[in-house]
Structures are given as structure tokens and as C-alpha cells.
């Protein structure tokens, strides 16, 4: 592979409608592929898709993959995945039992970074610091991104909202 879409979106190259489409329609070709192996792969993000020169997209590192059931994963997810940006709200609210919906909120993201060339939800970079302070700082922060955009969930959707 010649490229990631991290360093295609980056580059001066035009992107067409085409390449947005195929693009999006590989990830999630691949994602339910690797969903349907009972696999969330937790860190989808622009530099984990390689692009040739046909631009044929593989997604690659699974270092943060985990195997996942429909009854429930609780005790053996974690909320420290993904990068920030592209990380789903319910990780960061800290539920316990998420689902391949958060692959496809990533998925989102790196779509609208296609379309818009920069990342929709840039919240603050983070310094690994071992405080829980700092953790919850730049997760507020990156909620505020997203709450800043989305706007704030009305009270109905509040309330299907939950973690056990």
C-alpha cells in the first residue's frame, strides 16, 4: 500500500465525489466483514486505512480489536480505545457494554473529515498523563466538540441513554 487516507486527505491531490464514495463504501465493506466475525476493531481513524495506487482502501492495526457478543461485554471493555476524535460518545461517558456502533460513529467521522479535509471533532491533543483529572479534561473537551456541533440530545433521547 502506497499511502494512508490520513496522508491523502493531508496531501494537495482532488479527491472527487467518486473517490468519497468508494472509499466509504470499502470501510464499510471491511467493517462488516470483520463485525461479522464478532470483531470491533476500536481505533478506526485515517492512518489505520492504507490506500494503493488503485485506491483499493485495507483497514489495518487491530491492535485495539477486541471480540465482542450481542449479549452483552461488560468486564472485559474497556473506555481507554480509539483516538479522540474520532472516539464515540459512549466511550467517553464510560459504558461499559458498547457495541460495532462505535466503529460506525468513527466511520462518520472519517467521512466528514474526507468531505470537509480536517477532522470534525478536533478536541484538544492529550499528553499522557497519569492523572484522572487530565483524562476527564480532554473527554469533556472532545463531548464539547461534539455537543458543539450536534447540539445537546433532547430529553427522550436522554433517557435511552444508560450505563450499567
Known sequence: MEA?????????QPLTDAHFQYFVYQI????K???SANVLHRDLKPGNLLVNADCELKICD?????????????????????TRW?????????????TKAIDMWSVGCIFAEMLGG???FKGRDCILLDSVYFILFF????LNQILGILGT?????LKRVGSE
Not at 63 to 81: I, Q
Request: hydrophobic share 35%.
Open 118 to 120: 480536517k477532522p470534525l
Open 4 to 12: 494512508d487516507l490520513h496522508q491523502i486527505i493531508r496531501s494537495e
Open 139 to 142: 473527554d469533556v473537551d472532545q
Open 153 to 157: 440530545p433532547d430529553e427522550t433521547t
Open 28 to 31: 464499510c465493506r471491511g467493517l
Open 86 to 98: 474520532y472516539r464515540a460518545p459512549e466511550i467517553m461517558l464510560s459504558f461499559q457494554n458498547y
Open 62 to 82: 487491530f491492535g485495539l480489536a477486541r471480540g465482542f457478543s450481542d449479549e452483552g461485554n461488560a468486564g472485559f471493555m474497556t473506555e481507554y480505545v480509539a
Open 33 to 35: 466483514y470483520i463485525h
